[in-house]
Structures are given as C-alpha cells and as structure tokens.
C-alpha cells in the first residue's frame, strides 16, 4: 500500500506541476507543515516558509497573466522547460533515500508526465485564443487551477485514484494532442494565408 501511496504522490504531483508548478509546490509545502501528508525522501524542503512565500508569490503572478488572452500562452510557452524539470525535480527529491538509478528514474517518468500536462494545457489554450471573446480564458485557468487543488486533495487523501486519474489523462492526451496539433496548423494555414479546407 506504501508503494502505491507513493505512486500517488509522484504520478498527482508531476501531473499537478505541469499544469501549475508553483501552485503544486505551495501546495505540498503546506499540507507537509499542516501534517496532512509526510513527504518523502528530501520533498520535505517544500514545507520550509521561504519555499512556501516564493511560490506563493509566482502563483499570484501567474493567477492574473493566465487570465489574459495570449499573455497566457507567452507564459506558457516561456515554461515550456520550467514546468517539465519542476516535475522531474520533484520525482528525484522524492526518491532521495532510494538510490541514484531510482531517483534518475524517478525524475524522467515524473519529468515527462509534466511535459505532457504542460503540452496539453499549452495547446488548449492556443486553440482557446483562436476565439475572440476573453472569458474562455478565465473559465480555462479557474478550471485549471480547481484541477490542480483536487489532484492535491487526492494526493493526501486518495493516493491511488491520484494514480488512476493521472494514468487515464495520459491515455486521452495522446489522442487529444493529435487533434488539437491539427486544428492549430489549420488555423495557421488559415491565418498565413493559406486554405485549411485543402488539408486532408
């Protein structure tokens, strides 16, 4: 059972960092000093106030720029690296007291599950900016910042349906992601000049 708990928390955690890093790590920060969940291996420092405030901060930055038509993706895509190795950092913390090999492991399977959720919610909100009426944003961003809470809550409360949920989205992103990249050429197709019914 502690394996799959572990799981949880290493599957909820990258998943939650890639869609909103900074709200993940105060998150986990403060379940750990509220004693709702014992972080493991060196996970621990993201309950130390400095780490707390800092992210703290950078999610209220981002709460108001994720809001904001095409801001949006220009922060998006400035962490397209910082999302990813925010949930590979979390995996080889995690993994501390097992060993290099499983903490290098660790840190590529939770570093890629980020970079999935990150791409994911990157190119939703490309395709969303494509209307021309603001508040698809907000009700996008509001969503996925009350995702994120819940992955947190389950990650402290139901570990393995954390583990479940994440696995399930990976499964539907492979299929969305191929969707959502054809919609975006056409469209630039589209707004390039040229005639996206001429795609096959």
């Known amino acids: 059972m502690a394996l799959l708990n572990s799981l949880g928390l290493l599957l909820g955690s990258s998943w939650a960092s890639g869609i909103n890093l900074y709200l993940t790590i105060a998150g986990l920060g403060i379940a750990q000093r509220l004693e709702w969940i014992d972080l493991p291996g060196n996970m621990g420092v993201l309950s130390h ?18 809001k904001i038509p095409y801001v949006d993706s220009t922060w998006d895509a400035f962490h397209t690296f910082i999302r990813p190795a925010g949930g590979a950092i979390l995996g080889y913390l995690a993994m501390a007291d097992a060993g290099p090999a499983l903490q290098f492991s660790a840190a590529l399977i939770t570093g890629t599950v980020s970079a999935d959720a990150h791409l994911t919610k990157a190119t939703t909100r490309a395709a969303i900016n494509t209307s021309p009426e603001p508040v698809s944003n907000s009700v996008a961003s509001i969503t996925e910042d009350l995702s ?4 947190l809550v389950l990650i402290v409360k139901h570990p393995v349906i954390a583990s479940i949920l994440v696995i399930l989205f990976l499964i539907f992103s492979i299929w969305f992601l191929k969707k959502m990249f054809r919609f975006l050429k056409k469209v630039l197709k589209f707004i390039f000049g040229g005639n996206p019914k001429k795609e096959k």
């Open 49 to 66: 106030p400095l780490v707390i405030i800092v992210a703290l901060l950078l999610y209220v930055i981002e709460f108001f720029a994720d």
């Open 148 to 151: 994120v809470a819940g992955i």
